[in-house]
């Protein structure tokens, strides 16, 4: 998997787990001090913060395991996939519209970067030149045609 990706989820985490080991701890006790924990705001809101810190690095350590089964050799090297640039033909508006699929930590709009669990990067999955897809999204129903696909294995 792409290492910025994981240099950034790294990141996040050694952040999350100095603030569970070192800063909680010390706002807990300091909250501890001031007497009744029931009545406790600030020994509540670290309790809370707490628990949503140990619930998101749960979830960072999963995502960084699953980023860690992906392998490039796998990806389909004949049609849509992880890694792939499309160019849509919108239908409707009758514009091209250029995408990357990418992991929802790439995912940027703006760069025409979009998500493989976003609704058009779920509909584009496994789908070849010259295929149709219908998409609901936000906006509502969008029809587009696959003009053309450069695979993760043919881009340097």
Do not use: C
Not at 65 to 84: Q, T, Y
Not at 127 to 143: A, F, L, Q, S
């Amino acid at each position: 998997m792409s290492s910025p990706i994981v240099q950034k989820l790294q990141q996040e985490i050694q952040a999350l787990e100095y603030e569970l080991h070192n800063e909680l701890p010390r706002e807990l006790k300091k909250a501890r001090a001031h007497g009744d924990l029931s009545e406790n705001a600030e020994y509540i809101m670290a309790k809370q913060r707490q628990d949503y810190v140990g619930a998101r690095l749960a979830q960072l350590k999963k995502r960084m395991a699953d980023l860690s089964l992906v392998n490039v050799n796998n990806i389909p090297k004949d049609r849509i996939a992880f890694g792939s640039q499309v160019v849509l033909f919108d239908l409707d508006q009758e514009t091209e519209i250029e995408y990357r699929l990418v992991t929802s930590e790439e995912s940027d709009v703006s760069k025409g970067w979009i998500s493989t669990t976003s609704p058009i990067g779920k509909s584009l999955m496994g789908k070849r030149v010259g295929d149709e897809i219908t998409v609901r999204t936000p906006k509502g129903v969008r029809e587009f045609e696959i003009r053309s696909v450069v695979t993760i294995h043919e881009q340097n």
